[in-house]
């Protein structure tokens, strides 16, 4: 007999039930179990549930009690999964519970009842997959693909509609990635606002709790990891002003990536922008009120085709109330398949390069003086890189890559030391300081 794990099915309902746990043994058999054909063989028992008429919500009950009493290691899936309660209730000491079409997830809550056989191939890998960044920071990627179609991008065309992951899946990853030592997660997919709602926030397990997958309740379990948590690519939807309190309490950076790309409402409707709206500079005073040391990031497209001087204008009138800290500016580039090279009215590629430069100017003196009232603050500081005399960090309001830098001398540290240190001098991107130890 095998010394594999061994794992044991019951399928339900109907070929669309079939082909999932098939993909799941596929999965499972790839990784080294076994699978059983009876109770007593098994070390654990998958029930795959029907939900479409009462009669088969009935069976998989059933199905589910027997395999408890023949068992007692029971992990849930399919259609009857989306409703956890009705099953928790009727039987409260299932292991799992997870929807229909989630593999991760059911084979996850195996893992964690079952661990896979030792693999000399897969042993090679570290619990936290191979990362190409540094070992203090990770991006923590929560969904693939988009369901909007801003008419400039083919992203929709090219990953697909919105698919998110389970927001146990996520927490899971960003425990391993914490336990290897990183101290920054950044959180990235297309939406990050839209996040779950292509999965009607489905439930899923973390620790000894059921997490929504959902903005909010993903970044108040992550805050609980103790670690930097940094947000990108958040579309301004009403449900953003709940991160506010976690940034409050600290469980969050104050750092909010919004791409906001333009704001002549004639150019956002024409761009087709998800949760573009009139009260934007009001959401951001009101944000900035609640969250003093907000950063706020964006970016903008100049020259998308119809863009006249007004609207530019306008968008130059909006950044100097705004006060944005970091913005990035894009040429609007023809994109093949993008819808809005069908608009016309394309704006000359001199022009577009002229607004570029007038608004990076106008930007960087607003950075600038942003920077410039940090001087005499102390703030934290993670350390990306030691050099002879000086550490080279970034601030809670600086993302790797594409903010500025805290130079600090004074002191030794670490990479992925996260310190304090006193702003002595401001440049319109960095910032220089000494250790306030
Ligand atoms: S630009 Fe628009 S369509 Fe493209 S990925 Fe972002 S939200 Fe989706």
Sequence with gaps: MSSNPRVGFVSLGCPKALVDTERILSQLQAEGYSTASDYQGSDLVVVNTCGFLDSAREESLEAIGEALTENGQVVVTGCLGTEAELIRAAHPNVLAITGPHQYEAVVSAIHEVL????????????????????????????????????SFCIIPQLRGNLVSRLAGDVL????????????????ISQDTSAYGVDIHYAKSQWRDRAI??????????????????????????????????????????????????HASNRLLRAMKRPAAEARTLERIREWRRQVPNLTI??????????ETEDDFKFLLDWLEEAELD????????????????????AVPEEL???????????????????????I???????????RENEA?????????????????????????????????KAGPYDLWATCAL
């Design 212 to 261: 929504t997958t959902r903005m909010t309740e993903l970044c108040t379990a992550l805050g609980e990891l103790g670690v930097w948590i940094r947000l990108h690519y958040v579309y301004p939807y009403p449900h953003v002003d709940e991160l506010l309190s976690l940034m409050k309490e600290q469980k969050l950076l104050p750092y909010l990536d919004v791409p906001f790309q």
């Design 352 to 374: 577009k390069e002229e607004r570029w430069h007038r608004l990076m100017e106008a930007q960087q003196k607003i950075s600038a003086k942003r920077l410039q009232e940090r």
């Design 392 to 424: 080279i960090g970034r601030s809670e309001g600086d993302a790797p890559e594409i903010d500025g830098k805290v130079l600090i001398t004074g002191n030794t540290f670490n990479v992925g030391d996260i310190v304090r240190a006193r702003v002595e």
């Design 297 to 306: 990031r964006s970016t903008f497209i100049v020259g998308f085709p119809g």
């Design 376 to 386: 005499g603050q102390e703030i934290q500081v993670i350390i990306d890189e030691i």
């Design 326 to 345: 970091r913005v990035g500016c894009f040429r609007y580039e023809a994109v093949d398949g993008a819808a809005a090279n069908q608009l016309g009215n």
């Design 115 to 150: 661990p896979p056989p030792h693999d000399p191939f897969m042993d090679l890998i570290p619990p936290q997959g191979i990362k190409l960044t540094p070992k203090h920071y990770a991006y923590l990627k929560i969904s693939e693909g988009c369901n909007h179609q801003c």
């Design 172 to 187: 899971r990853e960003a425990e391993e990635l914490v336990k290897a030592g990183v101290q920054e997660l950044l959180v």
